[in-house]
């Protein structure tokens, strides 16, 4: 027998032998290599025959739980394209781990509910539709739990690029809460809303700085991100009573569109939109209720980014397939550092522009592809059925180092 590409230092698994250690069919793995999301290891030139490793062992396993947690076979393929890089095993690990954390949330809140509903009927006789609405709307929340796994990777992969490569040491979350609260007045108390949090890591990273003076909404329009940034927050806070305490009585998480802001008028002594505001179509109506929440005298911080912004990413990804685009519309024409003074003043009467100074510069290559799989355009249509041959390209421009410019930084808007 003569094994394409053998390894003798390796123990190997027929088709059969892998199905048999996963309790699973050999059909299914042979379904599971047609679709290209578990290839073998090694194969056999004469016979054809097809042989795994422990390695896949793992990765089938990634893939069963994947299937469990109830990601269709594309999502399932998608997650699994970096499956060779073992940090990407051990991240993928931790937020499965999260999912499952959720998912056990989310069967409580069901039962809790189911046990409402047969209580009330058991002293009444009569079903309360009210509860079993409630029902409803807890066990249709499978998919935005999906949706939410797939975005905090997606969030975690963007932030990890910038702070570990990153020229500029300080980074960005320090450096603009160090810009924010040089207007916070330290004898007083204030309150300060952020719209768009995201997974809260503006004040995770911060948590240490945070004065004892400030009331903090956190927002988002996913309940997902608002759990994670809470979730966040708490972990970040440790063992130390100052911080929990910090945490407990000072912060408030809550899910709400930042269009609607359910905030009384002139309550708000700062607002935060940190990156944010491009990403709705015109942000018109979130600088409206901005405005109207924040008291007189109160501030604006909205940060974006310009045209140069991570070019170098982009003509990277066209270099190797011109179809490639990394956003559905180039959100820096939406609110921008070119525009957003223009689209500010309309609601705001001083405006100052604070530029951040840093690039990045890349010497591997797996941070940089998990970057762009991660961003919101069509690169999942045309880079996975290719990923191998993408993954040696990417390699390439980075054994050198890859700078890439860095074009952002905030405005901050006064409300007289």
Known sequence: MSIKNKDDNKEYFTTGQLAKMAKVSVRTIRFYDTANILKPSVIDEDTGARFYVREDFLKLEQILLYKYLGFSLDEIKELMLNSDDKNFMLDSLKLQNKLVDDKIEQMQLVKDAINETLNAYEKNKNIDWDKMLKITELTGLENSLNTQYKNSGNISARIDLHKNYSVNKKGWFPWLFEEVFKNVDKKKTVTILEIGCGNGAFWIENIKKIPENVNVILSDVSIGMVNDAENGLKKAAGKSEKLKKLVSENFKFEAFDSEDLPVKDESIDIV?????????????????????????????????????????????????????????????????????????????????????????????????????????????????????????????????????????????????
């Open 272 to 416: 935060i939109a940190n990156h944010m505001l491009f990403y709705f179509d015109k942000p018109d109506k979130v600088l409206s209720e901005a405005k109207r929440v924040l008291k007189k005298g109160g501030f604006l911080f909205a940060s974006t980014y310009g045209s140069a912004h991570m070019r170098e990413i982009t003509d990277l990804v066209k270099e190797f397939d011109d179809r490639i685009a990394l956003a559905a519309k180039d959100l820096y024409l939406i609110f921008g550092l070119d525009n957003g003074e223009k689209i500010l003043k309309k609601y705001f009467t001083s405006i100052e522009k604070n530029l951040y100074d840093d690039y990045l510069y890349v010497d591997k290559a797996e941070p940089l592809l998990e970057y762009i799989m991660s961003c919101h355009g069509n690169q999942r249509r045309y880079i996975p059925d290719r990923y191998k041959e993408f993954k040696v390209f990417v390699e390439k421009k980075t054994q050198k180092g890859f700078k890439i410019t860095k074009e952002s930084g905030y405005f901050k808007a006064f409300k007289s």
